[in-house]
């Protein structure tokens, strides 16, 4: 999900997160659907990159944007990140562009609180789901260039979303125990 705002706004939500700061963010978009809706509020802390766990939902900077994702993977140098109702992972980013994690989802209804043993279980489970989604996803799109280059992105497209969809079903479902 991206959270669009003003290059002004983007530096103070920046320095508030440095400074310690909870900071409060409306969620835009939908790519984390079912656990995080358009028009949530999340919550997010300052976190060093060294301390992120599987399943972690993260926030960083991707130009002019924030993007609020799960943490899958990290090499070190880079993380790999994704979106529970995205087919494919985020391009791998620097650990250093990581602001800081979620742990309070606040819906229309009701609060999520991330912050606690059953919610960080629940999220590895999820990442774990996701993780293995983006390796077939990325598996099959590799196998697909080498088969047909680029002839039938159509088919490819429709192959590739269905083969995710299971796995995207079993997110939403265990997002609910949360």
């Not at 983006?134 to 590739?160: C, D, G, Q, S, Y």
Request: hydrophobic share 45%; charged share 25%.
């Amino acid at each position: 999900m991206n959270l669009r705002y003003t290059e002004s706004a983007l530096n103070l939500i920046g320095e508030s997160l440095v400074d310690g700061e909870i900071t409060k963010l409306r969620v835009t978009g939908d790519s984390m659907y079912p656990l995080i809706r358009k028009g949530d509020i999340v919550l997010v802390r300052i976190l060093s990159p060294d301390k992120l766990s599987l399943g972690d939902i993260v926030v960083f900077r991707r130009g002019g944007e924030y993007v609020t994702h799960r943490f899958l993977e990290d090499d070190g140098m880079t993380i790999l990140t994704k979106g529970d109702n995205s087919v494919f992972p985020d391009a791998r980013i620097d650990k250093e562009a990581v602001f800081g994690e979620v742990f309070q989802i606040q819906h229309i209804d009701k609060v999520l609180e991330l912050d606690n043993k059953r919610a960080h279980y629940i999220a590895a489970i999820m990442a774990l789901f996701s993780l293995a989604n983006a390796n077939i996803t990325i598996a099959l799109e590799t196998m697909w260039i080498k088969l047909f280059k680029n002839e039938f992105t159509r088919i490819k497209i429709l192959v590739t979303r269905v083969i995710s969809y299971p796995f995207r079903g079993i997110i939403r479902i265990i997002s609910l125990f949360i």
